[in-house]
Nanobody
Framework: QVQLVESGGGLVQPGESLRLSCLAS????????MGWYRQAPGKQRELVAY???????NIAESVKGRFTIFRDNAKDTVYLQMNSLKPEDTAAYFC??????????????WGQGTQVTVSS
């Protein structure tokens, strides 16, 4: 059994920063790509950023230059550093990870989400 647990969301004012964390735990042999998605009310879930096991990243144009994704492989954790937040960044943020378990099964797991609200 594998779990992803996000933390770090909250209510901030425009221009402020937040750092989201996502910890993977359980029967993990290895983790490939890890990513962050977000979903605002009434909108589809969209990719924010992902990072490969080797550290290559892909950042959505809408957040490029403001958000950074990085990971600590020793801790099975991925982070999303969000700077210069805007009201349009308000959404539920979800992490996911492509995980190979000790059983040999490979699956994409999702966290439960953490809310980020940017408002004055």
């Amino acid at each position: 059994q594998v779990q992803l647990v996000e933390s770090g969301g909250g209510l901030v004012q425009p221009g402020e920063s937040l750092r989201l964390s996502c910890l993977a735990s359980g029967s993990i042999f290895s983790i490939n790509d890890m990513g962050w998605y977000r979903q605002a009310p009434g909108k589809q879930r969209e990719l924010v950023a992902y990072i490969t096991s080797g550290g290559s990243t892909n950042i959505a144009e809408s957040v490029k230059g403001r958000f950074t994704i990085f990971r600590d492989n020793a801790k099975d954790t991925v982070y999303l550093q969000m700077n210069s937040l805007k009201p349009e960044d308000t959404a539920a943020y979800f992490c996911n990870a492509d995980i190979i378990e000790y059983t040999g099964w490979r699956r994409t797991y999702w966290g439960q989400g953490t809310q980020v609200t940017v408002s004055s």
